[in-house]
Nanobody, 122 residues
Framework: QVQLVESGGGSVQAGGSLRLSCAYS?????MAWFRQLPGKEREGVAV????????IYAGSVKGRFAISRDNANNTMYLQMNSLKPEDTAMYYC??????????????????WGQGTQVTVSS
């Protein structure tokens, strides 16, 4: 079992920045951020592989968002810069202790946080 607790969401104007945090309770194979709009499927935003620190980003956020992990404090981060109104969504932290499939598929992960809302106004 892996417990995940997100924090750091909020409201910001376009062009601004936010940093999301995800506290985790155990070592994982990979950890990722997803986002979801009402009535839509969850979209993979970024992933970090625990053993290597390798990261991958969705094209829509590449160059603006940065995923990182602090093993000493068991916390993963998503630094979001140059935010756009289309980044508005509920953001979820997710992880698993074994490889469950492609990083951008929600079905690849068994453990999810409760979500944190990000709202970007124009």
């Amino acid at each position: 079992q892996v417990q995940l607790v997100e924090s750091g969401g909020g409201s910001v104007q376009a062009g601004g920045s936010l940093r999301l945090s995800c506290a985790y309770s155990a070592y994982t194979y990979y950890m990722a951020w997803f986002r979801q709009l009402p009535g839509k499927e969850r979209e993979g935003v970024a992933v970090i592989y625990s053993a290597t620190g390798f990261t991958i980003y969705a094209g829509s956020v590449k160059g603006r968002f940065a995923i990182s992990r602090d093993n000493a404090n068991n916390t993963m981060y998503l630094q979001m810069n140059s935010l756009k109104p289309e980044d508005t969504a509920m953001y979820y932290c997710t992880a698993d202790q074994r490889y469950g499939g492609s990083w951008y598929l929600g079905s690849s992960y068994r453990y999810w946080g409760q979500g944190t809302q990000v709202t970007v106004s124009s």
